[in-house]
Protein backbone atom coordinates (compact mmCIF):
# COMPACT_ATOMS: atom_id res chain seq x y z
CA UNK A 1 0.00 0.00 0.00
CA UNK A 2 2.93 2.55 0.52
CA UNK A 3 3.60 2.45 -3.09
CA UNK A 4 -0.08 3.88 -3.98
CA UNK A 5 0.00 6.62 -1.53
CA UNK A 6 3.44 7.31 -3.29
CA UNK A 7 1.31 7.84 -6.23
CA UNK A 8 -1.30 9.55 -4.55
CA UNK A 9 1.28 11.93 -3.21
CA UNK A 10 3.12 12.36 -6.14
CA UNK A 11 0.18 13.75 -7.70
CA UNK A 12 -1.14 16.43 -5.55
CA UNK A 13 3.02 17.87 -4.77
CA UNK A 14 3.17 17.79 -8.27
CA UNK A 15 0.21 20.22 -8.57
CA UNK A 16 2.10 22.17 -5.22
CA UNK A 17 5.88 21.90 -6.81
CA UNK A 18 4.54 23.16 -10.11
CA UNK A 19 2.08 25.60 -9.21
CA UNK A 20 5.05 27.66 -7.81
CA UNK A 21 6.90 28.26 -11.16
CA UNK A 22 3.36 29.15 -12.83
CA UNK A 23 2.57 31.69 -10.07
CA UNK A 24 5.68 33.54 -9.89
CA UNK A 25 6.38 33.76 -13.63
CA UNK A 26 2.82 34.52 -14.37
CA UNK A 27 2.64 36.98 -11.61
CA UNK A 28 6.16 38.87 -13.37
CA UNK A 29 3.96 38.64 -16.78
CA UNK A 30 1.63 40.33 -15.16
CA UNK A 31 3.97 43.19 -14.12
CA UNK A 32 4.72 42.05 -10.14
CA UNK A 33 7.58 43.12 -8.16
CA UNK A 34 9.78 40.86 -6.54
CA UNK A 35 8.78 42.10 -2.91
CA UNK A 36 4.40 41.05 -4.30
CA UNK A 37 6.23 37.73 -5.67
CA UNK A 38 7.56 37.15 -2.32
CA UNK A 39 4.11 38.20 -0.89
CA UNK A 40 2.70 35.01 -3.17
CA UNK A 41 5.14 32.79 -1.73
CA UNK A 42 4.59 33.35 1.61
CA UNK A 43 0.74 32.62 1.33
CA UNK A 44 1.63 29.13 0.26
CA UNK A 45 2.46 29.20 4.25
CA UNK A 46 0.32 31.10 6.20
CA UNK A 47 -2.59 29.11 6.18
CA UNK A 48 -1.09 25.98 7.25
CA UNK A 49 0.84 27.73 9.73
CA UNK A 50 -2.67 27.53 11.67
CA UNK A 51 -3.94 23.81 9.97
CA UNK A 52 -0.60 21.73 11.05
CA UNK A 53 -1.52 21.10 14.27
CA UNK A 54 -4.90 20.67 13.63
CA UNK A 55 -4.41 18.41 10.62
CA UNK A 56 -2.03 15.87 12.38
CA UNK A 57 -4.57 15.72 15.48
CA UNK A 58 -7.38 14.67 12.79
CA UNK A 59 -5.33 11.94 11.72
CA UNK A 60 -4.23 11.27 14.87
CA UNK A 61 -7.87 10.91 16.09
CA UNK A 62 -10.39 10.67 13.23
CA UNK A 63 -7.74 8.74 10.89
CA UNK A 64 -5.67 9.60 7.50
CA UNK A 65 -8.88 9.35 4.87
CA UNK A 66 -11.20 12.37 5.45
CA UNK A 67 -7.92 14.87 5.84
CA UNK A 68 -6.78 13.75 2.61
CA UNK A 69 -9.94 13.61 0.35
CA UNK A 70 -10.32 17.48 1.76
CA UNK A 71 -6.78 18.70 0.87
CA UNK A 72 -7.27 17.23 -2.50
CA UNK A 73 -10.50 18.98 -3.06
CA UNK A 74 -8.49 22.39 -1.68
CA UNK A 75 -5.91 21.71 -4.44
CA UNK A 76 -7.89 20.84 -7.19
CA UNK A 77 -9.95 24.41 -6.22
CA UNK A 78 -7.20 26.58 -6.07
CA UNK A 79 -6.12 25.29 -9.79
CA UNK A 80 -9.38 26.12 -10.91
CA UNK A 81 -9.48 29.46 -9.66
CA UNK A 82 -6.48 30.35 -11.46
CA UNK A 83 -7.38 28.49 -14.66
CA UNK A 84 -10.90 29.95 -15.32
CA UNK A 85 -10.28 33.59 -13.89
CA UNK A 86 -6.95 34.20 -14.51
CA UNK A 87 -5.06 37.43 -12.99
CA UNK A 88 -3.62 38.94 -10.33
CA UNK A 89 -6.43 38.33 -7.84
CA UNK A 90 -6.64 34.62 -8.59
CA UNK A 91 -3.40 34.10 -7.99
CA UNK A 92 -3.50 35.38 -4.60
CA UNK A 93 -6.70 32.99 -4.40
CA UNK A 94 -4.39 30.14 -5.58
CA UNK A 95 -1.07 30.68 -3.88
CA UNK A 96 -3.73 30.53 -0.44
CA UNK A 97 -5.99 27.59 -1.20
CA UNK A 98 -3.05 25.35 -2.37
CA UNK A 99 -0.81 25.74 0.89
CA UNK A 100 -4.28 24.60 3.18
CA UNK A 101 -5.22 21.96 0.57
CA UNK A 102 -1.45 20.77 0.84
CA UNK A 103 -0.96 20.67 4.82
CA UNK A 104 -4.35 18.54 5.06
CA UNK A 105 -3.02 16.17 2.63
CA UNK A 106 0.24 16.06 3.46
CA UNK A 107 0.25 16.09 7.34
CA UNK A 108 -2.13 12.44 6.94
CA UNK A 109 0.01 10.83 4.29
CA UNK A 110 3.37 11.21 6.26
CA UNK A 111 1.85 9.99 9.27
CA UNK A 112 0.35 7.24 7.16
CA UNK A 113 4.09 6.53 5.85
CA UNK A 114 5.24 5.84 9.46
CA UNK A 115 2.14 3.54 10.29
CA UNK A 116 2.21 1.22 7.23
CA UNK A 117 4.35 -2.25 7.72
CA UNK A 118 6.51 -2.60 10.70
CA UNK A 119 9.00 -0.51 12.60
CA UNK A 120 11.80 -1.87 10.52
CA UNK A 121 10.26 -0.59 6.82
CA UNK A 122 9.56 2.93 8.36
CA UNK A 123 12.46 4.13 7.00
CA UNK A 124 12.26 2.31 3.50
CA UNK A 125 8.63 4.13 3.63
CA UNK A 126 10.07 7.32 4.42
CA UNK A 127 12.49 7.23 1.93
CA UNK A 128 10.13 6.07 -1.21
CA UNK A 129 7.47 9.25 0.01
CA UNK A 130 10.52 11.18 -0.50
CA UNK A 131 11.90 9.82 -3.73
CA UNK A 132 7.59 10.37 -4.66
CA UNK A 133 7.90 14.21 -3.47
CA UNK A 134 11.30 14.51 -5.64
CA UNK A 135 9.71 12.95 -8.68
CA UNK A 136 7.09 15.48 -8.33
CA UNK A 137 9.25 18.35 -7.42
CA UNK A 138 11.20 17.18 -11.47
CA UNK A 139 7.50 16.84 -13.14
CA UNK A 140 5.84 19.82 -11.84
CA UNK A 141 8.06 22.29 -12.70
CA UNK A 142 8.82 20.77 -16.27
CA UNK A 143 5.35 20.00 -16.69
CA UNK A 144 4.72 23.98 -15.95
CA UNK A 145 7.26 25.60 -17.63
CA UNK A 146 6.48 23.99 -20.66
CA UNK A 147 2.87 24.20 -20.72
CA UNK A 148 3.51 28.16 -20.11
CA UNK A 149 5.30 28.06 -23.33
CA UNK A 150 2.69 26.35 -25.35
CA UNK A 151 -0.51 26.62 -24.14
CA UNK A 152 -0.39 29.58 -21.38
CA UNK A 153 -0.69 30.25 -18.34
CA UNK A 154 -4.21 29.31 -17.70
CA UNK A 155 -4.05 25.90 -19.55
CA UNK A 156 -1.08 24.91 -16.94
CA UNK A 157 -3.14 25.65 -14.17
CA UNK A 158 -5.99 23.44 -16.17
CA UNK A 159 -3.55 20.26 -16.07
CA UNK A 160 -2.56 20.65 -12.33
CA UNK A 161 -6.16 20.70 -11.33
CA UNK A 162 -6.99 17.39 -13.90
CA UNK A 163 -4.22 15.65 -12.18
CA UNK A 164 -5.00 16.45 -8.35
CA UNK A 165 -8.73 15.04 -9.46
CA UNK A 166 -7.28 11.63 -9.15
CA UNK A 167 -5.81 11.12 -5.55
CA UNK A 168 -9.81 12.42 -4.91
CA UNK A 169 -11.13 9.70 -7.04
CA UNK A 170 -8.98 6.86 -5.45
CA UNK A 171 -9.77 7.81 -1.78
CA UNK A 172 -13.08 8.02 -2.40
CA UNK A 173 -13.47 4.24 -4.08
CA UNK A 174 -11.05 2.42 -1.26
CA UNK A 175 -10.29 2.78 2.11
CA UNK A 176 -7.94 0.04 2.28
CA UNK A 177 -5.11 2.49 1.85
CA UNK A 178 -5.78 4.29 5.10
CA UNK A 179 -6.88 1.24 7.67
CA UNK A 180 -3.84 1.36 9.53
CA UNK A 181 -4.18 0.69 13.24
CA UNK A 182 -3.63 4.10 15.52
CA UNK A 183 -2.23 4.03 19.15
CA UNK A 184 -3.77 5.74 22.06
CA UNK A 185 -3.00 8.50 23.39
CA UNK A 186 -1.91 9.20 27.40
CA UNK A 187 -5.13 10.63 28.28
CA UNK A 188 -4.55 14.12 29.76
CA UNK A 189 -4.89 17.98 28.31
CA UNK A 190 -2.36 17.72 25.46
CA UNK A 191 -0.94 20.52 24.24
CA UNK A 192 1.14 20.72 20.92
CA UNK A 193 3.87 23.31 22.26
CA UNK A 194 4.56 20.61 25.18
CA UNK A 195 6.32 18.30 22.52
CA UNK A 196 9.09 20.85 22.00
CA UNK A 197 10.31 20.94 25.46
CA UNK A 198 12.22 17.59 24.22
CA UNK A 199 15.16 19.27 23.25
CA UNK A 200 15.86 16.41 20.31
CA UNK A 201 12.17 17.05 19.05
CA UNK A 202 12.77 20.97 18.99
CA UNK A 203 16.10 20.68 16.99
CA UNK A 204 14.28 18.17 14.84
CA UNK A 205 11.31 20.53 14.38
CA UNK A 206 13.57 23.74 13.68
CA UNK A 207 16.19 22.15 11.51
CA UNK A 208 13.28 20.58 9.51
CA UNK A 209 11.91 24.09 8.93
CA UNK A 210 15.30 25.51 7.87
CA UNK A 211 15.83 23.00 5.08
CA UNK A 212 12.36 23.33 3.77
CA UNK A 213 12.54 27.41 3.59
CA UNK A 214 15.80 26.62 1.33
CA UNK A 215 14.22 24.56 -1.22
CA UNK A 216 10.92 26.77 -1.36
CA UNK A 217 13.01 29.87 -1.30
CA UNK A 218 15.45 28.24 -4.53
CA UNK A 219 11.61 26.76 -5.84
CA UNK A 220 10.12 30.56 -6.33
CA UNK A 221 13.44 32.01 -6.97
CA UNK A 222 14.89 30.68 -8.97
CA UNK A 223 12.43 31.18 -11.89
CA UNK A 224 13.30 34.59 -11.07
CA UNK A 225 16.71 34.69 -11.35
CA UNK A 226 16.55 32.84 -14.72
CA UNK A 227 13.98 35.21 -16.56
CA UNK A 228 15.39 38.24 -15.33
CA UNK A 229 19.01 36.88 -17.15
CA UNK A 230 16.26 36.14 -20.40
CA UNK A 231 16.13 32.26 -20.13
CA UNK A 232 12.38 30.55 -21.32
CA UNK A 233 9.94 28.97 -19.69
CA UNK A 234 10.60 25.44 -20.58
CA UNK A 235 14.56 25.62 -19.84
CA UNK A 236 13.62 27.49 -16.68
CA UNK A 237 11.63 23.82 -15.97
CA UNK A 238 14.69 21.85 -16.37
CA UNK A 239 16.56 23.56 -14.75
CA UNK A 240 14.55 22.86 -11.64
CA UNK A 241 13.88 19.24 -13.20
CA UNK A 242 17.56 18.82 -12.18
CA UNK A 243 17.41 19.66 -9.69
CA UNK A 244 14.72 17.20 -8.54
CA UNK A 245 16.36 14.55 -10.44
CA UNK A 246 19.78 14.60 -8.12
CA UNK A 247 17.08 14.70 -5.36
CA UNK A 248 15.66 11.51 -6.42
CA UNK A 249 19.02 9.68 -7.30
CA UNK A 250 20.23 10.28 -3.62
CA UNK A 251 17.33 9.40 -1.77
CA UNK A 252 17.86 5.90 -3.46
CA UNK A 253 20.86 5.70 -1.78
CA UNK A 254 19.74 7.21 1.41
CA UNK A 255 19.21 3.69 2.61
CA UNK A 256 22.75 2.58 2.00
CA UNK A 257 24.20 6.00 2.94
CA UNK A 258 23.02 5.44 6.41
CA UNK A 259 24.02 1.98 7.30
CA UNK A 260 27.50 3.55 6.72
CA UNK A 261 27.25 7.01 8.21
CA UNK A 262 25.35 8.73 11.24
CA UNK A 263 22.10 11.02 10.39
CA UNK A 264 23.59 13.78 11.94
CA UNK A 265 27.07 13.29 10.07
CA UNK A 266 25.10 12.97 6.89
CA UNK A 267 22.94 16.20 7.40
CA UNK A 268 26.13 18.49 8.35
CA UNK A 269 27.60 17.49 5.18
CA UNK A 270 24.55 17.65 2.72
CA UNK A 271 23.63 20.90 4.32
CA UNK A 272 27.01 22.86 4.34
CA UNK A 273 27.22 21.34 0.37
CA UNK A 274 24.14 22.88 -0.67
CA UNK A 275 24.62 25.47 0.99
CA UNK A 276 28.37 26.09 -1.28
CA UNK A 277 25.93 25.59 -3.88
CA UNK A 278 23.70 28.70 -2.84
CA UNK A 279 26.64 30.84 -2.49
CA UNK A 280 27.56 30.39 -5.76
CA UNK A 281 24.51 30.38 -7.67
CA UNK A 282 23.98 34.01 -8.47
CA UNK A 283 27.30 34.00 -10.40
CA UNK A 284 25.25 32.00 -13.56
CA UNK A 285 23.12 33.48 -15.42
CA UNK A 286 22.91 30.90 -18.65
CA UNK A 287 21.03 27.87 -19.02
CA UNK A 288 24.24 24.58 -18.63
CA UNK A 289 25.74 26.24 -15.60
CA UNK A 290 22.58 26.95 -14.10
CA UNK A 291 21.43 23.02 -14.58
CA UNK A 292 24.39 21.89 -13.44
CA UNK A 293 24.52 24.13 -10.39
CA UNK A 294 21.31 22.69 -9.55
CA UNK A 295 21.88 19.13 -9.80
CA UNK A 296 24.93 19.83 -7.29
CA UNK A 297 22.53 21.40 -5.11
CA UNK A 298 19.28 18.65 -5.21
CA UNK A 299 22.11 16.20 -4.23
CA UNK A 300 22.53 17.91 -0.88
CA UNK A 301 19.03 18.94 -0.28
CA UNK A 302 18.02 15.74 -1.15
CA UNK A 303 18.98 14.19 2.23
CA UNK A 304 16.98 16.40 4.64
CA UNK A 305 13.57 15.34 4.77
CA UNK A 306 13.73 11.97 4.10
CA UNK A 307 15.66 11.57 7.85
CA UNK A 308 13.72 14.29 9.57
CA UNK A 309 10.58 12.27 8.98
CA UNK A 310 11.86 9.09 10.37
CA UNK A 311 13.51 10.97 13.17
CA UNK A 312 10.10 12.71 13.72
CA UNK A 313 7.99 9.92 13.83
CA UNK A 314 10.61 7.71 15.82
CA UNK A 315 11.16 10.49 19.17
CA UNK A 316 6.89 11.04 18.57
CA UNK A 317 5.11 10.12 22.14
CA UNK A 318 2.44 7.01 21.35
CA UNK A 319 -0.53 8.01 19.64
CA UNK A 320 1.00 11.32 18.83
CA UNK A 321 3.17 11.11 15.86
CA UNK A 322 0.76 12.92 13.51
CA UNK A 323 0.62 15.82 15.59
CA UNK A 324 4.50 15.35 15.51
CA UNK A 325 3.92 15.65 12.03
CA UNK A 326 1.99 18.92 11.83
CA UNK A 327 4.02 20.81 14.54
CA UNK A 328 7.47 20.09 12.42
CA UNK A 329 5.30 21.37 9.09
CA UNK A 330 3.78 24.08 10.99
CA UNK A 331 7.43 24.72 11.53
CA UNK A 332 8.11 24.57 7.63
CA UNK A 333 5.61 26.95 7.29
CA UNK A 334 6.84 29.71 9.98
CA UNK A 335 9.97 29.78 7.49
CA UNK A 336 7.27 29.18 4.14
CA UNK A 337 5.69 32.56 5.75
CA UNK A 338 8.87 34.96 6.80
CA UNK A 339 11.87 34.14 5.28
CA UNK A 340 10.06 34.89 1.65
CA UNK A 341 8.78 37.55 2.62
CA UNK A 342 12.31 39.56 3.98
CA UNK A 343 13.64 38.27 1.06
CA UNK A 344 11.08 39.52 -1.01
CA UNK A 345 12.08 42.99 0.00
CA UNK A 346 15.41 41.78 -0.26
CA UNK A 347 15.44 41.04 -4.20
CA UNK A 348 13.24 44.37 -4.85
CA UNK A 349 15.93 46.37 -3.25
CA UNK A 350 18.95 44.16 -4.42
CA UNK A 351 18.22 41.85 -6.86
CA UNK A 352 17.77 37.75 -6.43
CA UNK A 353 21.94 37.46 -4.94
CA UNK A 354 21.13 38.09 -1.01
CA UNK A 355 18.09 35.81 -1.57
CA UNK A 356 20.61 32.72 -2.16
CA UNK A 357 22.79 33.77 0.34
CA UNK A 358 20.59 34.14 2.95
CA UNK A 359 19.65 30.55 1.95
CA UNK A 360 23.25 29.31 2.66
CA UNK A 361 23.39 31.03 5.86
CA UNK A 362 19.67 28.94 6.46
CA UNK A 363 21.39 26.01 6.10
CA UNK A 364 24.99 26.36 7.99
CA UNK A 365 22.49 27.28 11.02
CA UNK A 366 21.12 23.36 10.22
CA UNK A 367 24.07 22.27 9.73
CA UNK A 368 24.71 23.10 13.33
CA UNK A 369 22.08 22.09 14.74
CA UNK A 370 21.92 18.44 13.00
CA UNK A 371 25.21 18.06 14.32
CA UNK A 372 23.86 18.20 18.01
Known amino acids: MIYLAVLLSIAIHSCYAG ?3 VVSLYALELGASEA ?15 LAVFAGRLADTIGMRAPMIAGALCVVASMLVSALWPGMP ?9 GAGF ?18 ERTRNYSLLSIGYSTSSLLGPTFGGFAIEYVGHPAAFGGFAALATLPVVALALTGRLTDVPRQEAAKKER ?3 EL ?8 IVISSGLLVSAWELYVFYLPIHAHEAGISPSRIG ?12 VRFALPWVLKRVSEAALLTAATLFSAAGFLALPLFSTAVPLMALSFAIGL ?13 YNRSPAGRSGEVAGLRLMANNVARVAVPLVSGALGAAFGTAPVFWINAANLVVASRLAGR
Do not use: W
Not at 103 to 120: D, E, M, R, Y
Open 19 to 21: SKV
Open 36 to 50: LVGILASLYGAVPLF
Open 90 to 98: ALFATATLI
Open 103 to 120: ILFNVPIQTLAGALGTPA
Open 191 to 193: SAL
Open 196 to 203: LRAPELRR
Open 238 to 249: LILGAFALAAIL
Open 300 to 312: GMGCGQPVMMTLA
